[in-house]
T-cell receptor
Framework: GENVEQHPSTLSVQEGDSAVIKCTYSDSASNYFPWYKQELGKGPQLIIDIRSNVGEKKDQRIAVTLNKTAKHFSLHITETQPEDSAVYFCAASINGNQFYFGTGTSLTVIP | NAGVMQNPRHLVRRRGQEARLRCSPMKGHSHVYWYRQLPEEGLKFMVYLQKENIIDESGMPKERFSAEFPKEGPSILRIQQVVRGDSAAYFC?????????????FGQGTRLTVV
């Protein structure tokens, strides 16, 4: 089955700096890659996604890149703010039946 | 349009009791997914259901766990004879169709504590 690895597990950045979280996946059949943000005590919130026919997608301060050949995708957050502090999960989907999640990155933005 | 609704938010059960977790998908969504999250870990897939059908239950333990999504009403994740190891947050997600084509949205989760 699919195996999604996520790095780093923890990340601290100064407010205003950029944060990058990387994920790799194993199954070339995966075609949908969402990113979720989870705040303490809450459910995961979809923040951005990318499909396999696109290499990059941007939404204000958040961008995601996908390299199908290398089977990796990354989340980029620019001009980080304290409210960006949360746990971020990447996921890969095969055949639309389920997500395979990474193990999460705990991001701390230091004011 | 209300989001995915899960209840209860917190559930405490003694060992051996049954736990019933409910999930009402977003309006217009016919696909429901259940995930389990242990403290400081990622989300582990359990089961994928469409109305009245289990599509994929490969992540669900064969014993004590069952799930349903009836024609009317919420999806139910049922855990019989709970043990301490069942303590976790259980999240439900819904989508209007296969995830490969559309986004899935998560509920706030049910935090199950087995004492």
């Amino acid at each position: 089955g699919e195996n999604v690895e996520q790095h780093p597990s923890t990340l601290s950045v100064q407010e205003g700096d950029s944060a990058v979280i990387k994920c790799t996946y194993s199954d070339s059949a995966s075609n949908y890659f969402p990113w979720y943000k989870q705040e303490l005590g809450k459910g995961p919130q979809l923040i951005i996604d990318i499909r396999s026919n696109v290499g990059e997608k941007k939404d204000q301060r958040i961008a995601v890149t996908l390299n199908k050949t290398a089977k990796h995708f990354s989340l980029h957050i620019t001009e980080t703010q304290p409210e960006d502090s949360a746990v971020y999960f990447c996921a890969a989907s095969i055949n639309g039946n389920q997500f395979y999640f990474g193990t999460g990155t705990s991001l701390t933005v230091i004011p | 349009n209300a989001g995915v609704m899960q209840n209860p938010r917190h559930l405490v059960r003694r060992r051996g009791q049954e736990a019933r977790l409910r999930c009402s998908p977003m309006k217009g969504h016919s696909h429901v997914y259940w995930y389990r999250q242990l403290p400081e870990e990622g989300l582990k897939f359990m089961v994928y259901l469409q109305k009245e059908n289990i599509i994929d239950e490969s992540g669900m333990p064969k014993e004590r766990f069952s799930a349903e999504f009836p024609k009317e009403g919420p999806s139910i994740l049922r855990i019989q004879q709970v043990v301490r190891g069942d303590s976790a947050a259980y999240f439900c997600a819904s989508s209007p169709s296969d995830i490969g084509n559309t986004e899935a949205f998560f509920g706030q989760g049910t935090r199950l504590t087995v004492v």
